[in-house]
Nanobody, 122 residues
Framework: VQLQASGGGLVQPGGSLRLSCAAS????????MAWYRQNPGMQRELVAL???????TYADSVKGRFSISRDDAKSTVTLQMNALRPEDTAVYHC?????????????????WGPGTLVTVSS
């Protein structure tokens, strides 16, 4: 299973960006999908999470500005980021709990994407 993110870049404060992450490979289902972010020397922090049933969780710092959604038919998760601030600058990583078969063994593992850089600056 691989996760590949796209959509990062440079944006001015107050602007918007949309991050997308697609899961590929052979798997049974995807449970929680999430976006985390990290700056050098800092711990990776949860930005937003969406459960398989659609329940969402957001970091307090992004509530009202960011929106997470998923398309299970396409195995994708999207993070719409509005009203961006310089403090939102970070490398954003997508994350997913994926169930799959390894041979005859049913497994549930957590996967990370490689990250995409978001820079908010004037």
């Amino acid at each position: 299973v691989q996760l590949q993110a796209s959509g990062g870049g440079l944006v001015q404060p107050g602007g918007s960006l949309r991050l997308s992450c697609a899961a590929s490979g052979s798997f049974v289902s995807i449970n929680n999908m999430a976006w985390y972010r990290q700056n050098p020397g800092m711990q990776r922090e949860l930005v937003a999470l969406i459960e398989r049933g659609g329940t969402t969780t957001y970091a307090d710092s992004v509530k009202g500005r960011f929106s997470i959604s998923r398309d299970d038919a396409k195995s994708t998760v999207t993070l719409q980021m509005n009203a961006l601030r310089p403090e939102d600058t970070a490398v954003y990583h997508c994350n997913a709990d994926v169930s799959y078969y390894s041979g005859s063994l049913y497994r549930l593992s957590n996967f990370w994407g490689p990250g995409t850089l978001v820079t908010v600056s004037s």
